[in-house]
């Protein structure tokens, strides 16, 4: 199935193999449904998340090669939702058991590696932040000094929503954050940003496109709010368009990707690029004609892309374990939010919650006339309500 | 659960369960996702439409009272996807199970049998056709006389999507006639409607809410189209909305009602009720804050009902079987409608395709300024692309 421009449904559907069942699985099993599209998950957690709203699940480890093969052999293109997901194991079960896997294998092995992806970015003149291989403290206090401090120290591998991310003041601090990183690391030139902005973008077998830029607001490193339309001007909007363009152009094999992007004084540079739906982009389930689950769903099956065009301006606000250790998780005062007109709720069906542990998403739809800051803070007002705790 | 005003969000959440497994249980199961809440549904055909996209199924007739009570004895609250349920049946589990169900059987039994139907909304003073209680081919006859010729004879109990009623000409016609519908029956004056139209209500544990009003075409007496707003003066469409709040006023018991209406001069007069989510009111998916899926769970479950506000004009228009014996189904030429900016699909899941079967539906909402006339013509265009015919 690697080209399928004229597919034709029939039941059961074509079966799309997830590595991950976590709430970006969930969320493209809800976008399969309609479709007609059966999705079967992996996943080491028995009965994840995902697991309600698909056919099925393999439990195992994300990179555990027998868990991915049983996956494959029960479907017809694989995908994953996590960058934890092994390359090397997806591309041999591919080989073997003739399941393609989109996106290509290798563009998770670059994305995996921070330092390869930016010297990727850097050779084919995508912006990006200045940065230098760290493998010790002393590299990271020279890398200091060329680049002025303070610096952010990413880990290579390994990290995702800001974990392995490290801003460094000094170089006083340089030993105690190569120990906190704990592993090969890279520095990067610290970017005093206006506003973060994401694009979600999208590889089909035949063209590629791009959703309308979003403002992203991250509060200890984590997306707490998206915001479409950014409210930047039209020209950073065209430029951050058009550098998520050029990155989707270096990217290999069908699929949704999220580029996330600093404005600083109108220029954009690349920050993150995750091969896989985002959190940035949940607001499209409800402010798009077609969402990115369902653009991922089409995409790697080799179906053509739906519009990216925005139906109204539409905030998203996560919604976190705002606990102290990890409980069993029951979100308290609901009703507001069910009741909020134009308001939609997105629980991801996770048995504990953690502290700052992504538990759902609110996503809210302008009313008529209703410009996006007004509907940002309506939006965080309902968010901020709804409480893991105990009255 | 029978008030649930300030609900708590949970994993596994509260499950649903659904007498019925078809395309009303598959979107019943899509709209619940996104909540947390789980469904389990019954229904006799092994891996039925639903079952991808749901928890479970519980293989077993509609009105079978051991399938019955396992869904209750695995669910919160029950509640039926098709007015085949057998409402004595419902009404022992929900009694031994302390299972709740809604709505309340009692206006299941009321609807099954269409005589009791509209006697009770004459009762109301709802507008009706003229009817006349019909067993043998005397009555039908006399009836005729009375009432003018030609008749619409109904079935009292068991039709759906047309099955179940029979334009009758004249007396000559009455004996085949009362033959082809084989029992108990009810005449009503033919009505000469100028427009077919439907308005979706649901009953919430504290109010009660009515979509916009929709424009339904229909052949051979099934529902092709659904068009929304409806194409019709302001004054008409204040007055199905008036009509059927009063018949929503009439019902017991929390749920989605589907209400048909016919418009004649401006006047309104009430055609059928179904105790459910309903064909004319798909395009709530795309085209309302609330579905009328999202609103059937919130109501079963006593939550806050959602907004019924549309968001942008949108037309629906099924997709049925074109085929002259039942076959394998398979549906081709599905790029056009993939490719189609706005429109969504949505595919049901059926093993066999049969003539007329409902087999899926496609749902456009209106670009920047288009009128729903023209996308009535555009959706179906596309529609119209669809067949189940090898080339």
Known sequence: MDSNADPTLASPGPTLGVVGGGQLGRMLGEAAGPLGVEIVVSDPTPDCPARPVVRDQVVGDFDDEATIRELAERADVLTYEIELADPDALERVARETGTPVHPDPATLRTIQDKLVQNRAFADAGIPIPEFRRIDDAGELRAAGEELGWPVMLKARTGGYDGRGNLPVEGPDDAAAAMEGIGG???????????RELAVIGVRGAEDRRTFPVTETVHREEILRESVSPARTDGATRERAGAVARDVLAEMDGRGVYGIELFEREGEILVNEVAPRPHNSGHWTIEGCLTSQFEQHVRAVLGWPLGSTERR?????????GDVDEPEPAELRNVRRALAEPGLSLHWYGKREVRPLRKMGHVTAVAGTGEDVGSLLTRTRGVRDSLTFRPD
């Open 312 to 320: 109204s301006p539409t905030v998203s606000a996560n919604v976190l």
């Open 184 to 194: 090969p690391a890279l520095a990067e030139a610290f970017v005093e940003f206006d």
